[in-house]
């Protein structure tokens, strides 16, 4: 098992995070926007923190902004707490949220019917990280188990098939079949190609 170093958070960003959040306050904080590469300073109204693959994110509203952002600790250059009241949606509910998929990188909006065979030994190990609580083992035969579930198009679907790697084959939708497909293909023409050899370093 290879453990990845989650990366380095501020203490001065922990300190105050965790103090907004818990006397539910504002927070003012300047913000490494990964995309843009600039830093840009917000008044966040903080909802939750959440940790998911070893990274801590901040569940906020940003501004005078409705939808729910998620915001990487390790992002912000510095963090301040208001004696202003954070500002809460009404009815928001953190678990109700990650229970929606709150926290998946949506492709589509669109739910969709996966259908896939996996080893019945990697469906007992993934038992309990299941990509839908609506999931539904169909039927086992030979070396393979078929579930079936409706789960969100998103990118965390997408890596939690691909961590499966060869013991698991997607079967529909076809869009996504021939998603993986290609990237398979892909990866064994890479493979079967003479490798490059980088000279020694000194």
Known sequence: YLALTPPAIEARVQKQVALALVQGYQL????RSRSKGRTSEWIVHPLGLIVTEGICYLVATV?????VRHLALHRMASAATLEATARRPKGFSLRAYLAAGGMEVRKTDTPFALRIRIRPERAVQREEARPSANQEKIRRYGQWTEVRATVPDSLQLRWWLRSIGPDLEVLEPESLREE?????LAAAAMYQTERTHSPHLV
Do not use: L
């Not at 003012?28 to 913000?31: F, V």
């Not at 501004?63 to 939808?67: A, I, K, L, M, S």
């Open 180 to 184: 993986f497909r290609d990237a398979a």
């Open 28 to 31: 003012k904080i300047k913000y």
């Open 63 to 67: 501004e005078n902004y409705t939808d």
